[in-house]
């Protein structure tokens, strides 16, 4: 479209500029920092002695709240496709002239501050709760039993909390599916189970696909949930010993490298994901 | 039963819509809260205290409001108008590196919140540069940027590319042509990428508080008093700020919808 070669890469260079200097710095500062020698402290200064043993320390004193996160957001990512699909498949092919309005109505609850909804579930679920209550009474929970501060609420949380992420890309590759290939399919005396089965989940999978790594990766390192909804012991997640590592502990060099395994982490097995879903096309 | 058959889908897609909002319900019904005591967050007595006088008896609230406002504003407008750059130089030109380019946009989405902020706090840290508004912009700006791109570029991935060529073949030079047609048509795409921008840099906690110091933003300040007690007051922003966004979405949504209309009378 054009002569000069260098005006892609002016209007470019300024964000990228800024991500580069606020995002990849960042990224090797915290691998440098995950290498200080940890008998340091933020006034005293840290020494830089390539100290890998603060791999080792992290992943054997937290390997179980790593395994908690991954555990607890793979839980929240199935939860919300199971609930999610049939919203995004109800918009995307059967709303007719309401599409518009039930999307902003999908949006809409997350204008409201995602602190403040996550405190609303703790009244909601609190021990002195009518919907407690409710439970106890229908024998659906024993007497005295609790919801808040057990690993239940927390993965309930995550699972409300990232729903739109799920519901967005699932919506976007539901609507580009053209209805007559169900119609065809049951022209062609398929149930109606097996033209979902075999026409509209697989031309959703790229959808699928998005929405569950836009779901897992948030929760997997969110400690708001955890926090909030959570008890004191079997609830707690990786992103809030990375909290409290830095911020209470001042504990830089561990606390770097749980970061930088969490990072890791993601990074492999979204690789390893993708490959097998066989959607490249995602970046 | 037919009809439920034939409706089910959209039966249980209503009420999964439901459940989306039953938190909201309850942050709405608490702003008209009356509490027994700061540390029950449960309903008790219907007041509009709250309503009418927000900023009195939470007092560092408001101040918090206000620094919220600010960040989100400033970092609205430096992260739409660099990602509006990025998406058109991404849509509209040809060149070396343009995958790195998108990988590089890419990254920030997929990496948990806690490994940005705790990241950002390193560099911070190890650059004894001082946290507080700037470092909370920075950071804002930064996360903000790839969810601005991949909005514009949706919009400019829908756009008709003729409309510009046509433009250029009346002897527009690049300048007029992205002034005079792609600006106006871009407008709604990067509307709602500024109104994301804002509500992302609005609501954040997680980034916020690795790189806040002392500065407290309205997320902060409910975190802190999740642990103090809640007052009743921050329900009146949470519902207060759900209600303008809505009302800027659906006005959106009419003036589009008139536009249309418009163009196809």
Redesign the interface.
Known sequence: MTSKKWVPYLLLAPGALWLALFFLTPMFNLGATSLYDPSGSLETGYVMNGHVGNYVDALSEYWPQFLRSFTFAAIATVLALIIAYPLAYAIALKSGQWKNILLILVIAPFFTSFLLRTLAWTAILGDNSSFVHFLQNIHILPEGGRILATPFAVVMGLTYNFLPFMTLPLFTSLEKVDPRLIEAAGDLYSKPFNGFHRVVLPLSMPGVVAGTLLTFIPASGDYINAQLLGGIKDTTMIGNVIDRAFLERGAYPTAAALSFLLMAAIVILVASYVKRAGTDELV | MNWIRK?I??I???L??F??????F??IA?SFNEPKSRLT??FDKFTFDNWLHPCSGAEAMCPAVMVSLKIGLISTIGATI??T??A???M??R?RGKGV????????M???????G??????F??ASFPLGFWTIL??H??FC?SFV?VTVKARLAGMDPRLEQAA?DLYAN?WQTFRRITLPLLAPGIASAALLSF?LS??D??VT??NSGSTVT??MF??GS?QRG?PPQ??V???A??LI??AI??LG?IIGARKRKALAA
């Not at chain 2, 997929?110 to 940005?116: F, G, K, N, R």
Request: aromatic share 16%; no cysteine.
């Open positions: 409706n889908i959209m249980v897609g209503l999964v819509l459940y989306m909002f039953i938190p909201v309850v942050v608490l967050y449960t660099l990602g750059l990025m058109y130089a991404l509209r030109y060149f380019a998108n990988l590089l946009l890419f990254l920030p997929a990496s948990p919140e806690v490994v940005l705790s990241s950002l706090l390193t560099l840290v190890s920075i950071a700006i930064m940027l791109v250029m690049e509500s609005f609501d906690f997680i508080n690795f309205f997320p409910v975190w999740a809640i921050v329900n922003i949470g519902s700020v759900f966004a809505l979405v659906v949504q």
